[in-house]
T-cell receptor, first 113, second 116 residues
């Protein structure tokens, strides 16, 4: 079983739709959960992070963690064409960003105008 | 806004040749990382570097790889004898403080390495 599993998509939605992106993980040691956005030919860019179960909201983005199910989600409300990118979940075994990150394979999102 | 920079953006080399990938982390950052992403696959951790020594490395980071911070600004990844399977995008990252006081790894744009 892979440490972090993520549906690669592609996921195509109309502008204004709510998008749900998900990752599951197997390593109980993971404590720090992040979502990165990666545009074509660019490096990953941090969108959100959290280190506790529950929801965390930032504008149109909501990160959700369920440690009991080893499941994390990113919701994007009112999706825009500029949200079209690959979304990577990433995790670390310590509540700090200093440890190596373990990434999911990324979900490619296309928001149609 | 400060950013991590990497050179070259694309490197083509022959199998068996040595390559050096260069990174300039954000100034005043102290932790540095290399990751790679083979086309169509996930981003994989290679190595982290702090206080002029390797602090963590993955199984991928074997004796063919080395890292160095030769001066106060550059951070380099050397692959001694490249193999076809080393073809990938290589990302450098450095640690800074995200909002809320948590460390964030800032990634550079990557160097695409093609081994022929």
């Amino acid at each position: 079983q892979k440490e972090v599993e993520q549906d690669p998509g592609p996921l195509s939605v109309p502008e204004g739709a709510i998008v749900s992106l998900n990752c599951t993980y197997s390593n109980s040691a993971f404590q720090y959960f992040m979502w990165y956005r990666q545009y074509s030919r660019k490096g990953p860019e941090l969108l959100m992070y959290t280190y506790s179960s529950g929801n965390k909201e930032d504008g149109r983005f909501t990160a959700q963690v369920d440690k009991s199910s080893k499941y994390i989600s990113l919701f994007i409300r009112d999706s825009q064409p500029s949200d079209s990118a690959t979304y990577l979940c990433a995790m670390s075994a310590r509540v700090t960003g200093r440890r190596a990150l373990t990434f999911g394979s990324g979900t490619r999102l296309q928001v149609q105008p | 806004e400060p950013e991590v920079t990497q050179t070259p953006s694309h490197q083509v080399t022959q199998m068996g040749q040595e390559v050096i990938l260069r990174c300039v982390p954000i100034s005043n950052h102290l932790y540095f990382y290399w990751y790679r992403q083979i086309l169509g696959q996930k981003v994989e951790f290679l190595v982290s570097f702090y206080n002029n020594e390797i602090s963590e490395k993955s199984e991928i980071f074997d004796d063919q790889f080395s890292v160095e911070r030769p001066d106060g600004s550059n951070f380099t990844l050397k692959i001694r004898s490249t193999k076809l399977e080393d073809s990938a995008m290589y990302f450098c990252a450095s640690i800074g403080r995200a909002s809320g006081g948590v460390d964030e790894q800032f990634f550079g744009p990557g160097t695409r390495l093609t081994v022929l």
